[in-house]
């Protein structure tokens, strides 16, 4: 099993925790108090959601949940870009990355459900990627 820090989700992941963070710290106050630490959670919280998949024996249901995480950090974006907060480049930006970590998590999901429901070829403890 690769290292959930050696997979690209979770780079994409990171990426967008991490410009979330310095987006935030740019928000008016009475905004950056509620609005941006609940962004700044949701953005962790797919960080760790991709750890945690990563090292579950059963994938799917969490992957689901991933990819939930994503399109919620998606409208949170958007109401910040149309409120004004973050401008429509930092916005651009933004949702390169979730669209990134939303086309992983369908395709991760699908080999998961494959994988899933196929005969296994693999050595007992050996797990699927």
Not at 32 to 58: E, H, I, P, T, W
């Amino acid at each position: 099993m690769a290292l959930h820090t050696d997979t690209k989700i979770f780079k994409v992941t990171y990426d967008l925790s991490l410009l979330v963070t310095k987006l935030v710290a740019n928000m008016p106050r009475n905004y950056k108090a509620d609005f941006g630490a609940d962004l700044r959670k949701q953005c962790f919280g797919l960080v760790m959601l991709v750890y945690r998949a990563n090292s579950a024996s059963d994938r799917p249901p969490i992957i689901r949940i991933l990819r939930e995480g994503v399109e919620a950090a998606n409208l949170s974006l958007r109401l910040a870009a149309d409120l004004r907060l973050i401008s429509r480049g930092q916005y651009g930006e933004a949702i390169a990355l979730t669209d990134s970590i939303g086309r992983q998590a369908t395709g991760w999901l699908k080999h998961s459900e494959n994988a899933l429901a196929a005969p296994s070829s693999r050595r007992p403890g050996q797990r699927a990627y």
